[in-house]
């Protein structure tokens, strides 16, 4: 999950990864494994960084997840 770990790595870039573990409650080395890429079955960790990190796109009173692409189709 691209986005995931791109949320990860901004986040660690603007702490550090022990800082980003507390915020997320897991441990620093389950961080830097997540970056590595190299955590077993990462599902349930990408989700929660995306709960955590992933902030919603406001348009016109709209949330969403989505992509600017996906709201603008939704818009027409």
Known sequence: MDKAIELLQK???????RQVARG??????????????KYPNPTSMYELILNVFDEPIEIIGVESKESIEELMKELS
């Open 24 to 37: 997320l409650g897991i441990s620093a080395t389950a961080v830097n494994l997540l970056l590595k890429e």
């Open 11 to 17: 986040a660690c870039k603007q702490s550090s990864q």
